[in-house]
């Protein structure tokens, strides 16, 4: 690894050394090792090709690599070869040794490891051909693509460091904020507060010291953004918030990593400790005057620690209990200092801007929104995983043209944004560009950027459960309208999807939805009735059929539904009686068989087996 | 449900040398992180890797060294999910339960566990053998429905799946005895 | 030395303030009654029961905060009975109707509030969770033998790790300053929750305006009400011709 650098032009030297040391005509390997390729076996994709690297000999004909999330998820565990470009989906160890004669020493492409484009049903080899990838804007996501997140020296090849060295050596802090008001850069981590303001406040503010903090705490369920960015870029993090600490004026940040991200923990904790052995943290980083050091800090899990005064509260060793603002953290934070705090997005963001100008940047995305912003697509969609796009880009093109659409032939019904502070749109909104206005006009928020498609096999009553019961766990239970009104809100809900609920209930659901949200004093409060109000503005009529009709549409509310057997369909396989856990199944083989609709459990064990497609299930029509 | 801020006393019952060396390992957190009680949180994370989980009388002793009111050590203790005042189970089946588990049939893997093991989330097995949990979400929500069984990832879960997860880990635990 | 003063309006009214006082203190110096439960004075303000809530901002931006937490800041508007605000505190003390019933504080304010309705599960909870037994504990005994555990609908108050505590000096401040505990209300019915109230005015005027109507005490609201109902013992009587 690279010693201390002690000047720009140390930097310059090593990354050229670097390049050069590498110049040469090899094969780089590249195993995607972020969380859903993990989930899927990539450690032992990993080993069996460092296995066989070495009993082959090949070390000196080809780089191997570990990288963090590539993005694309469904495709799990992603292998990509370079410099050809060439994209594995679905890779087993027992592919390796092919891989490795056919691919790397022959030049063939393995058409059954490869991407089959759904509409040609032709394979598409090439990383840049297949759509989920063209049609992304991948700023940031691709330098993940690059380099091994436990090597400094991938980190320097990619250029990095260099946009702290040109700040530290051309620019003084104050034209550094401008830059980054110019960018029109807003946080990312679900509020949008524009970040050149909040540090041009910050470094006004007389307090001293100064700190700045990463929100690495991302609690949104279904968002794995910063997780991506963390595990597989930390130094591109550490990077910004050197600038930023620059800029506004700090000598101390942190990095609040949440408890239930280990790995992130143990990738930004490495990446601090080669900064600083790098001399790019601590006292005079590259050669100049300016110090500068950061502490990796660890959540215990507490969603509302990702809200700012709770987070500060939780590093100051406290409970995470919200305080009332004013006075801003940018103003008196921890240790009532002022205290920059931004996502781990908006951070890893900020050396590109440096590096290719504010108006680059803001040529990017719409008029209210520059740039691009990750969002994580996930549930009932084709291609889940990270994708990267500019502001402005409409839902249709994230969910279809990068998406792939719904899997199963089923048809979309809508798709929750910002996490639980978010709310649902449905298909009438397809069009809608994602941008921070446009989503709050519509009733939810951009949040952190998750983004669960939902079909028509989704209860939009039972995923407000869903949220309002998360917010009512979450809640730090200080103000009694966030503390007593998730648990109603959430009873309520429960009546309604257990078939008890009453025209009543959903008027004074509506009703006490307005005032949580209006009377809290938090984020978590403020937005914790938007889950409710917004599936009740779009999505009234599912609501009405569970209290009227006892039927849940979408076939999930346990209560409302019966798994049944079609007759004309059942071929009397036995199938389906092997495997109900309940016993509630009964038929003589090569017979009709029959659900016990009082035994059934409704686990789905048979619906999943049945080969004929004959069971199905059913709500409503009086029990 | 278990509540978190509940504590097992019957489990809790430390024989005399067993406090001595409890304070010892406590003592050597405390001097990692320098006895700031602003690193709490990292003090009582690292009390509870070390010990398993988070005792009562070293949460009484943390909070006698630190200076600390008492009822403080208990309210952070209870406040944050990852702290447990509970001994651990020999394995940890912990169910995720983001969003994107959720639409994927999350619930349903979730209510397996649950009767396979014949307990409810929060609490673990009457031999202390599996512990079952649920976590707001891991962040590996493109594979959802999620499973982590001592930390390591099953993804893609059904209920179907579940009864085989848990008879090879019955099978491994045979095979460790033996 | 000069302290700094501020200038604000309170429901219109041009007032002026010393720098550092909250909107609460204010409303209280011009003897504007905003309705607290969990703010008392002598003890630090927390801002739990959110019922001292008021709208602040210019027409159109405004927002809702609780006056017992937030300073008052120059220039700075501030409305303690809009429509908007007395329709979440009714929600909250609806709320807090079902779930502390035998609360006399409980059910004055929502007497006084005009709540007719308790539609929510109804339990019959002891503890509101307003903290103040906490802060009089910690700041007027100096003590802190008692504090908030859990999070959530597992939020509670007691003793450090649930047991007898050596701390507490037995002094029954906690006992003293509890609302839920001060006063056992006599009034609700197993079946109605609601008490039939001991104090009975709402200001009615806020369920056709949008706004408060008078300088009266908000509380008296007997303006718009039709001819023959209930008028409060202090025989305000100012009808609508």
């Known amino acids: ?623 | 449900m278990s509540s978190a801020s509940s504590t097992d006393r019957t489990a809790v019952s430390n024989p005399a040398a067993d406090i001595e060396d409890m304070k010892a390992k406590v003592d050597a957190v405390l001097e990692d992180h320098r006895h700031d009680r602003g690193e709490l949180i990292a003090i009582l994370l690292d009390t509870q890797d070390i010990l398993g989980y988070l005792p009562v009388p070293a949460m009484k002793y943390i909070a006698e060294r630190l200076n600390i009111p008492p009822i403080d050590i208990f309210g952070t203790a209870t406040f944050y999910r990852s702290f447990k005042l509970n001994p651990p189970g020999r394995h940890t089946c912990t169910i995720c339960m983001g969003t994107a588990c959720h639409v994927r049939g999350g619930p349903q893997v979730l209510k397996e566990f649950e009767r396979q093991l014949g307990i409810c989330a929060g609490q673990t097995t009457p031999d202390r053998e599996y512990e079952l949990e649920t976590v707001a979400c891991v962040g590996a929500c493109a594979m959802g429905p999620l499973v982590l069984i001592d930390g390591e990832y099953h993804g893609n879960m059904s209920s179907r799946k579940v009864p085989r997860l848990l008879r090879r880990l019955d099978r491994e635990r045979a095979e460790e005895t033996q | 030395m000069s302290v700094k003063t501020i200038s604000l309006t309170l429901n219109g009214l041009p007032v002026e303030v010393y720098e550092g006082t909250t909107i609460l203190e204010a409303a209280k110096l011009y003897g504007i009654n905003i309705p607290t439960l969990c703010s008392v004075e002598g003890l630090s303000s927390y801002g739990a029961c959110r019922l001292c809530i008021v709208e602040i901002g210019p027409p159109g931006k405004t927002k809702v905060v609780s006056s017992c937490t937030y300073p008052c800041e120059e220039g700075m508007q501030v409305r303690t009975h809009s429509a908007r605000i007395i329709k979440a505190r009714k929600m909250i003390l609806e709320l807090m109707v079902c779930s502390t019933p035998a609360s006399k504080v409980v059910q004055d304010l929502a007497s006084a509030h005009g709540v007719t309705t308790a539609r929510f599960r109804r339990e019959n909870e002891d503890c509101l969770l307003c903290g103040l037994c906490v802060r009089m504990c910690e700041e007027q005994m100096m003590a802190r033998a008692i504090g908030f555990v859990g999070r959530g609908p597992d939020r509670r108050i007691t003793t450090a790790f649930d047991e007898l505590s050596d701390i507490c000096r037995h002094c029954g401040g906690c006992m003293y300053i509890c609302p839920a505990c001060q006063l056992r209300c006599q009034g609700p019915s197993a079946e109605t929750t609601i008490c039939s109230g001991c104090l009975n005015f709402s200001p009615s005027c806020a369920e056709v305006y949008d706004d408060q109507q008078c300088w009266m005490p908000p509380e008296c609201g007997t303006c718009v009400r039709p001819e023959g109902d209930y008028l409060p013992a202090t025989g305000h009587i100012c009808r609508e011709e």
């Not at chain 1, 990270?386 to 409409?394: C, F, K, R």
């Not at chain 1, 809508?414 to 519509?442: N, R, S």
Request: hydrophobic share 35%; proline share 5%.
């Open chain 1, 1 to 623: 690894m690279t010693g201390r650098i002690s000047s720009p032009d140390e930097l310059k030297q090593a990354r050229t050394s670097l390049e050069q040391a590498r110049e040469s005509a090899r094969d780089i390997i590249t195993v995607c090792t972020g969380p859903g390729c993990v989930a899927s076996g990539a450690g032992e994709v990993a080993d069996a090709f460092r296995a066989q690297i070495k009993e082959q000999g090949l070390e000196d004909r080809v780089t191997f690599r570990c990288t963090g999330c590539h993005g694309f998820c469904a495709l799990a565990p992603v292998v990509t070869i370079d410099p050809a470009g060439i994209c594995y989906g679905g890779v087993k160890p027992a592919d390796v040794p092919t891989i490795l004669e056919r691919t790397v020493g022959a030049g063939e492409i393995i058409d059954r490891l490869v991407y089959t484009h759904p509409d040609t049903g032709q394979p598409v080899p090439y990383e840049k051909d297949i759509p989920f990838y063209k049609h992304q804007d991948r700023l940031l996501l691709e330098e993940n693509r690059r380099i091994d997140p436990e090597s400094i020296d991938d980190f320097f090849v990619l250029g990095g460091y260099e946009a702290l060295a040109r700040v530290l050596t051309d620019m003084d802090p104050e034209a550094v904020v401008q830059e980054i008001l110019d960018s029109g850069l807003r946080g990312r981590g679900g509020a949008g507060f524009p970040t050149g303001r909040k540090w041009s406040i910050c470094r006004q503010n007389p307090g001293e010291p100064k700190y700045i903090v990463c929100n690495a705490d991302e609690g949104d369920p279904g968002a794995f953004m910063d997780r991506g960015i963390l595990e597989g870029n930390p130094h591109r993090v550490i990077e910004g918030m050197c600038i930023g600490a620059y800029a506004i004026g700090a000598s101390e940040g942190f990095v609040y990593v949440r408890h239930e991200y280990p790995i992130a923990v143990r990738n930004i904790t490495r990446a601090v400790e080669q900064a600083r052995e790098a001399g790019l943290l601590g006292e005079g980083i590259l050669g100049s005057g300016f110090a500068f050091d950061l502490k990796v800090v660890m959540g215990a899990g507490a969603f509302v620690c990702g809200e700012e005064t709770a987070l500060i509260a939780s590093l100051e060793g406290r409970t995470g209990e919200p305080k009332q603002r004013p006075p801003f953290p940018a103003q008196s934070g921890y240790r009532n200092k002022p205290t920059v705090i931004n996502n781990v997005e908006t951070w890893a963001s900020v050396p590109h801007i440096i590096t290719r100008g504010a108006g680059w940047f803001s040529s990017i995305g719409s008029e209210g929104s520059k740039g691009t912003k990750i969002f994580s697509l996930v549930g009932k969609v084709e291609n889940t995983g990270l994708v990267e796009v500019p502001m402005g880009t409409t839902i249709r093109q994230l969910v279809y043209d990068i998406g792939g659409g719904i899997p199963n032939g089923k048809e979309f019904k809508g798709i929750q944004t910002g996490g639980p502070a978010g709310g649902c749109l449905p298909a009438e909104l397809m069009d809608l560009p994602i941008d921070f206005e446009a989503l709050a006009e519509a009733g939810t928020i951009m949040g952190s950027g998750g983004m669960i498609v939902m079909d028509e096999s989704t209860c939009m009553v039972d995923i407000a459960r869903y949220f309002t019961r998360f917010l009512e766990q979450e809640s730090c239970g200080k103000c009694y309208s966030c503390r007593k009104g998730t648990q109603r809100m959430r009873e309520i809900l429960d009546d309604i999807c257990e078939g008890r609920g009453t025209l009543e209930q959903l008027e004074l659901l509506e009703e006490l939805g307005h005032t949580v949200n209006e009377a809290s004093m938090c984020g978590l409060g403020q937005n914790a009735a938007n889950p409710v109000l917004s599936t009740l503005r779009y999505f009234r009529d599912e609501y009405e059929a569970h209290i009227t009709e006892r039927r849940c549409p979408a076939g999930v509310c346990t209560t409302l539904i019966r798994y049944q057997i079609q007759e004309s369909l059942c071929d009397g396989c036995h199938a389906c009686f092997k495997v109900c856990p309940a016993d509630a199944i009964s038929g003589e083989k090569d017979a009709v068989h029959v659900i016990d609709p009082d035994v059934c459990i409704k686990c789905g064990a048979c619906l999943e087996v049945c080969p004929q497609g004959a069971i199905s299930v059913v709500s409503g029509g009086g029990e």
